[in-house]
């Protein structure tokens, strides 16, 4: 953020001046707010609802949902580019709990290494008696790591038959909340017709017309988005979910292969946190959707529906998880079914 604050300030991009304050570079807190602004993409906010403006959009949704992705995952390490950066930054904890950064040593010929250590132990913060670890012995730590969390292409093939089968199973049970929400349109929109009437008949002031159209504007927008999300947003799950899964059956050579840059989010994808132990082992924890996928009695349940072509009765699926309309899009913490017990039998 802070080089592309001095790039536009290169460019020339300034503040709108005022009679009271000449124009100046932008400042990175202005910045902030503009990249995570919808406006830019056709959007305004009112009353904490987002509805389609009547403006152009600058940028499409693609490139303003990845500069939101970019965003998130530096956010979501808590990793700022400072003097030593590394990929790992922000993921890697120590076993006391603290966050693990880079420090660089030099040797009696004068010659720099570069060290991961305790922020806990180095900032006096607890009594933890952690070594510093070379950067690169790390590095290798974390990319045998990969391994220990691959699934077999033959478990991956049972999850995605039974995750597509769920899907399809939320689908169907869906058509009776989309039908009722459709006739809800259907009613906001005769009393719309309603309202102009009204005022065509001196029934009502103009200002009781502006209220009753806002009202029935807001409600519509949130009939929209709910039908939208419906339309789209199993299908962007079953895509994310069959991403991880593609990822989990290949992960170690899939990692190696990375950049650095594509490490971090890797990393992030999967972990919320890489802790190093004392004996200098990796463990980990996972994100949401990694977590699911791996959790053993899911896998019992994809063994049992390979078998049977079968859902487990233990899975549920009379209530299904009301769509997420916050982005209108399916987010990595939704799991897409319940269960009515925590131990099924395979």
Not at 241 to 248: C, N, V
Not at 289 to 316: C, F, G, K
Not at 325 to 334: A, F, H, I, K, L
Request: contains cysteine; aromatic residues 8%; proline residues 5%.
């Amino acid at each position: 953020m802070s080089d592309l604050c001095d790039e536009l300030a290169l460019r020339g991009l300034t503040s709108l001046p005022t009679p009271k304050r000449p124009a100046k570079p932008v400042r990175l807190s202005t910045l902030a707010r503009m990249l995570h602004n919808p406006y830019y993409k056709g959007e305004i906010i009112y009353k904490g609802a987002r509805h389609m403006g009547t403006h152009d959009p600058i940028v499409d949704d693609l490139v303003w949902l990845k500069v939101q992705d970019m965003l998130q995952a530096h956010n979501k390490a808590g990793d700022r580019t400072q003097i030593h950066d590394h990929y790992l930054k922000g993921s890697l904890y120590c076993h006391c709990g603290h966050k693990m950064t880079v420090s660089m040593t030099r040797n009696r010929h004068g010659e720099l290494y570069p060290y991961f250590i305790c922020l806990g132990r180095h900032g006096k913060k607890n009594d933890c008696q952690a070594q510093a670890v070379l950067v690169s012995t790390v590095e290798r730590l974390v990319e045998e790591h990969y391994k220990t969390i691959e699934i077999s292409p033959e478990a991956c093939e049972a999850l995605e038959g039974m995750i597509s089968e769920i899907f399809t199973r939320i689908d169907a049970t869906s058509e009776t909340e989309r039908a009722t929400l459709a006739r809800q349109a259907e009613k906001l929109e005769a009393e719309g017709l309603k309202v102009i009437q009204l005022f065509y008949d001196d029934a009502i002031t103009t200002s009781q017309v502006k209220r009753e159209q806002q009202r029935i504007e807001e409600q519509l927008q949130t009939i929209k988005l709910r039908l939208k999300s419906f339309d789209k947003g199993c299908k962007d799950a079953q895509i994310r979910i069959r991403a991880y899964l593609a990822l989990a059956t290949n992960a170690h050579d899939f990692y190696q292969c990375l950049d650095p840059a594509s490490r971090r989010l890797c990393n992030q994808a999967f972990f919320t946190k890489i802790i190093l132990t004392e004996d200098w082992t990796i463990e980990h924890t996972f994100e949401d959707v990694y977590e699911t996928i791996m959790q053993p009695e899911n896998r019992l349940r994809a063994d049992y529906w390979q078998r049977t072509r079968q859902l487990h009765p233990s899975i549920n699926l009379d209530t299904p998880l009301p769509p997420d309309t916050s982005q209108d899009r399916v987010g990595t913490s939704n799991i897409w079914w319940r269960w009515r017990e925590s131990n099924p039998r395979p």
